[in-house]
């Protein structure tokens, strides 16, 4: 005899593989383009070979593009999050484990899509050591995009 909740976990499981797996293929859809800084006015001589040197400036000051832990962190904020609405949630209904479960599951595919579609923008400190530096050059770059 199969157990209810046993068949009930393995879907679980199998919408929460297929819910990961559309959240990977919408981060990977988004575009893979990094942002660059967008200027005032004219300024368009020497732009990306001073952008070029700031950016090469910034990651031998040991700064990266992106930070790569906020996948990771913000994944387990939300699942943490989901988690305890969905036990929240499951005791109403009558299994808080169950519940619980979905909601950690739905939290952790939410962060993870956040932070996949969030993954091309340049880490704050970045942006403004590069900021920093053009300015430093005579540029004024006014945002990035």
């Not at 797996?21 to 001589?45: E, R, T």
Request: proline share 3%.
């Amino acid at each position: 005899m199969v157990n209810s909740t046993m068949v009930t976990g393995q879907r679980l499981c199998r919408h929460s593989l297929a819910a990961l797996a559309i959240a990977l293929c919408c981060g990977l859809i988004v575009g893979c383009a990094d942002q660059k800084p967008v200027f005032y006015g004219n300024q368009s001589g020497g732009t990306q070979a001073a952008v070029r040197k700031c950016e090469s400036q910034a990651r031998e000051h040991g700064l990266s593009y992106s930070d790569s832990n906020r996948v990771a962190r913000q994944s387990a904020e939300n699942g943490a999050v989901g988690a305890a609405g969905g036990a929240v949630a499951g005791a109403i209904y009558g299994n808080a484990g169950h519940g619980a479960a979905a909601g950690a599951a739905g939290g952790v595919v939410t962060g993870l899509t956040h932070a996949l579609l969030k993954q091309h923008q340049p880490s704050p400190i970045y942006r403004r050591y590069v900021n920093r530096c053009l300015r430093d050059r005579g540029y004024q770059p006014i945002g990035w995009h």
